[in-house]
């Protein structure tokens, strides 16, 4: 009885440690819901996490849409102005995590260690985006397990140029509300 007893505690002991956050994006196109890997990408979930629970991602704009590539939001409100963000973290994507389709990852500038609240959900399979000994890459830290028709859905909107901005939608997509599942 006893080592059923040990079992039965270690078992339990690793669902509790293997436990996954999660978000959910409420958008105008629909419901996207996260998978995060605050095991593999720690800081960059924590980083978005602490975004989310602030309230920062509400009434946010997909400001860039590419079909077959990506969709990108985080970091412009309903005007289509920047908002600020809090300081840069560092890029976790020697992660082991590789930038398929449904995966969300950190988008940064040309300095590695510059993502803030910006993040691309993959809409296509782009391995380019993975880092190697010649590439910092962009850091993976979840994957969409529910709204991937979304993502299709916003991927396919008709864009524009908006400023210095290219694919830009021409209707706005936005995120109405992000948080975190219990």
């Given at each position: 009885?006893?080592i059923?007893?040990?079992?039965?505690a270690i078992?339990?002991s690793s669902?509790?440690?293997?436990?996954t956050?999660?978000?959910?994006?409420?958008?105008?196109?629909?419901?996207?819901?996260?998978e995060?890997y605050?095991?593999?990408?720690?800081k960059?979930?924590a980083?978005?996490?602490?975004?989310v629970?602030s309230g920062?991602y509400?009434?946010?704009?997909?400001?860039?849409?590419i079909a077959?590539?990506?969709?990108q939001?985080?970091?412009?409100?309903?005007?289509?102005d920047?908002?600020?963000t809090?300081?840069?973290i560092?890029?976790?994507?020697?992660n082991?995590?590789?930038?398929?389709r449904?995966?969300?990852a950190?988008a940064?500038?040309?300095d590695?260690n510059?993502a803030?609240?910006q993040f691309?959900?993959?809409?296509n399979d782009?391995?380019f985006?993975?880092?190697?000994?010649?590439?910092?890459?962009y850091?993976?830290?979840?994957?969409?397990v529910e709204?991937?028709?979304?993502?299709?859905?916003?991927?396919?909107v008709p864009?524009t140029t908006?400023?210095f901005?290219?694919?830009?939608?021409a209707t706005?997509?936005?995120?109405?509300?992000?948080k975190?599942l219990d």
């Amino acid at each position: 009885m006893r080592i059923l007893s040990l079992i039965l505690a270690i078992l339990l002991s690793s669902h509790v440690i293997a436990k996954t956050e999660q978000v959910e994006l409420v958008t105008t196109e629909g419901v996207i819901k996260l998978e995060l890997y605050s095991d593999k990408a720690p800081k960059t979930v924590a980083n978005f996490l602490t975004y989310v629970s602030s309230g920062y991602y509400k009434n946010t704009q997909f400001h860039r849409v590419i079909a077959g590539f990506m969709i990108q939001g985080g970091g412009f409100d309903l005007q289509g102005d920047r908002k600020a963000t809090q300081a840069p973290i560092i890029n976790e994507a020697n992660n082991g995590l590789s930038n398929m389709r449904g995966t969300i990852a950190m988008a940064r500038t040309n300095d590695p260690n510059s993502a803030t609240s910006q993040f691309f959900i993959n809409h296509n399979d782009n391995v380019f985006l993975d880092a190697n000994p010649s590439n910092a890459g962009y850091a993976v830290f979840g994957k969409v397990v529910e709204g991937m028709d979304v993502v299709d859905k916003i991927a396919a909107v008709p864009t524009t140029t908006k400023g210095f901005m290219r694919d830009w939608p021409a209707t706005p997509v936005l995120i109405l509300q992000a948080k975190q599942l219990d």
